[in-house]
T-cell receptor
Framework: KAGVTQTPRYLIKTRGQQVTLSCSPI?????VSWYQQTPGQGLQFLFE???????NKGNFPGRFSGRQFSNSRSEMNVSTLELGDSALYLC?????????????FGDGTRLSIL | AQKVTQAQTEISVVEKEDVTLDCVYE???????LFWYKQPPSGELVFLIR??????QNEISGRYSWNFQKSTSSFNFTITASQVVDSAVYFC????????????FGTGTRLAVRP
């Protein structure tokens, strides 16, 4: 069974630009969550999608947005990039309704803002 | 609000030593789930173990074991006979039933196993 796939693995952008990251969950998993990891703030929850609907949202500004498609693939978008957005962005998927089951993470997208 | 604390920032051991990683959590929910993940230098988070709030039985799985105590809100993780390949950052995480899939992570413990 293929794992969670995130693309691209690395990305370099400049301040003010926007970026879109992609996540393909494990086959059969319908819930997708996004996390931001930085040295200063650690791992922080961004949002969760299920059935193309945002089900939960962390404390991030509106510049961070996401969506989920009918095949459960998800994208997250960051507009007007700031230097502080430099981070590892991790996507995780899990079977719906099984909270005792772990989320499975992708390799992440490392975003650098110049 | 929920919180996960990993007081140990870095641990260094010599290969074959046993090492215990500490995790203390805070939540008002009665139903919750605890996880340990490992993050090697490559970046992905690898699931290791889990425990439900209503099951305090401690277990051993290979070289891994865990000690879950609701009375002290702790979920400690032990690696027996550590190996160099165990070198990574280890994260403890909490998921509340009321928050769906949202995981609250601790700040992580960096483990270095020296040959």
């Amino acid at each position: 069974k293929a794992g969670v796939t995130q693309t691209p693995r690395y990305l370099i952008k400049t301040r003010g630009q926007q970026v879109t990251l992609s996540c393909s969950p494990i086959s059969g998993h319908r819930s997708v969550s996004w996390y931001q990891q930085t040295p200063g703030q650690g791992l922080q929850f961004l949002f969760e999608y299920f059935s193309e609907t945002q089900r939960n949202k962390g404390n991030f500004p509106g510049r961070f947005s996401g969506r989920q498609f009918s095949n459960s693939r998800s994208e997250m978008n960051v507009s007007t990039l700031e230097l502080g957005d430099s981070a590892l962005y991790l996507c995780a998927s899990s079977p719906e309704g099984q909270l005792n089951q772990p989320q499975h993470f992708g390799d992440g997208t490392r975003l650098s803002i110049l | 609000a929920q919180k996960v604390t990993q007081a140990q920032t870095e641990i260094s051991v010599v290969e074959k030593e046993d090492v215990t990683l500490d995790c203390v959590y805070e939540t008002r929910d009665t139903t919750y789930y605890l996880f340990w993940y490992k993050q090697p230098p490559s970046g992905e988070l690898v699931f290791l173990i889990r425990r439900n709030s209503f099951d305090e039985q401690n277990e051993i799985s290979g070289r891994y074991s865990w000690n879950f105590q609701k009375s002290t809100s702790s979920f400690n993780f032990t690696i027996t006979a550590s190996q160099v390949v165990d070198s990574a950052v280890y994260f403890c995480a909490l998921r509340k039933k009321s928050s769906g899939d949202k995981l609250t992570f601790g700040t992580g413990t960096r483990l270095a196993v020296r040959p």
